[in-house]
């Protein structure tokens, strides 16, 4: 093996290395494992990931609740894959750890999508994310933590 192909695979490996690392550190929680209060599971609408998705969110006291653990300390973008067919209603409330975060605004669509639901600093260890009704129809699939390393410009 010539000395060039010694570094590109050197390098190939290395590149992989690190996608594999953000891929691990990347934390998915299906909505449908957590504790589930006045919704229910669902698997009519094809297209979720795991189990299935929670639907019947029409109440104020209606809840789904997540518990995970976090390895890595950071920053980290928090996402919820849902859909709701209501156009007139258009969020629901996330806590974490019991405390109010704050509001998730959702968009119509008959598919699931993707709802941006902010970022929070999580310490290692076990954490809650509880979804609440807020004035929508939310159907949940699953929520997804993506560290944001490397990025210090926001932490100040
Ligand atoms: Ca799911």
């Known amino acids: 093996m010539s000395i060039l192909s010694r570094i590109q695979l050197s390098l190939l490996s290395s590149i992989l290395c690190l996608t594999l690392l953000n891929a691990q550190n990347q934390i998915q929680v299906e909505a449908e494992i957590g504790t589930l209060s006045g919704v229910m599971l669902s698997k009519a609408k094809p297209g979720y990931s795991g189990e299935g998705y929670v639907s019947g969110f029409d109440g104020i006291t209606d809840y789904l609740e997540v518990g995970f653990d976090v390895k890595l300390a950071d920053l980290y973008k928090i996402e919820m894959v849902y859909f709701t067919t209501s156009s007139s209603n258009n969020h629901c409330r996330l806590q974490i750890d019991d405390q109010l975060y704050g509001e998730v605004r ?39 933590l993506t560290p944001v390393s490397g990025t210090d410009w926001d932490r100040t």
Do not use: C, K, M, W
């Open 106 to 144: 959702l968009s119509r669509s008959d598919t699931f999508i993707v709802a941006n639901a902010g970022t929070y600093q999580f310490t290692t260890g076990i954490h809650t994310l509880r979804l609440l009704f807020g004035n929508a129809s939310v159907e949940p699939d699953f929520f997804r």
